[in-house]
T-cell receptor
């Protein structure tokens, strides 16, 4: 079964450093998402991406965050200057075109970001 | 905007007991989709079920069953004869047809004791 692949599985970075989290969505999917889950808390929507642009973003997704699909296969989330409160599990998800009811979302296994 | 409420923060049961996880949602759309995900201790999100707003038929899959009631805006999840391996955090989620995202409830941590 096709998978959404996220790398790395765990990243430790120093406060103030830039990080890039990488995702390889399923190849025929056209909608891409990033979600965040602070330890022990709910899964929060960050951003959705379609047709090479952001289609929706939450209030969490401020100027420190950016997303990109640099080469047609990878989908990246960049945090420019990490803060301690950015420590969380970051999930990438994708889905094909069409109704969500028919296809749903496929999530990656997550990247655990630890900011020290 | 859509909203999902899982009022039960934590539930603890003894193996073989039945347990129901509650989910109440709010939406202004007439077309929407409801989901349940399981998050085991390993951290990944495991898809369990997807249901659209026009399909109120209850579903059973093995020991799992789902009760969708539009009249009360609820989409509850029951595990019959629970097992230790069912211990996880369970999330209910909602996606509106006019929004290109899915919003999660706060999750219910289920602990099944042997």
């Amino acid at each position: 079964e096709p998978e959404v692949t996220q790398t790395p599985s765990h990243q430790v970075t120093q406060m103030g450093q830039e990080v890039i989290l990488r995702c390889v969505p399923i190849s025929n999917h056209l909608y891409f998402y990033w979600y965040r889950q602070i330890l022990g808390q709910k899964v929060e929507f960050l951003v959705s991406f379609y047709n090479n642009e952001i289609s929706e973003k939450s209030e969490i997704f401020d100027d420190q965050f950016s997303v990109e699909r640099p080469d047609g296969s990878n989908f990246t989330l960049k945090i420019r200057s990490t803060k301690l409160e950015d420590s969380a599990m970051y999930f990438c998800a994708s889905r094909p075109p069409g109704q969500v009811a028919n296809y749903g979302y496929t999530f990656g296994s997550g990247t655990r970001l630890t900011v020290v | 905007a859509q909203k999902v409420t899982q009022a039960q923060t934590e539930i603890s049961v003894v193996e073989k007991e039945d347990v129901t996880l509650d989910c109440v949602y709010e939406t202004r759309d007439t077309t929407y989709y409801l989901f349940w995900y399981k998050q085991p201790p390993s951290g990944e999100l495991v898809f369990l079920i997807r249901r659209n707003s026009f399909d109120e038929q209850n579903e059973i899959s093995g020991r799992y069953s789902w009760n969708f009631q539009k009249s009360t805006s609820s989409f509850n999840f029951t595990i019959t004869a629970s097992q230790v391996v069912d211990s996880a955090v369970y999330f209910c989620a909602l996606s509106e047809v006019n929004n290109n995202d899915m919003r999660f409830g706060a999750g219910t941590r289920l602990t099944v004791k042997p």
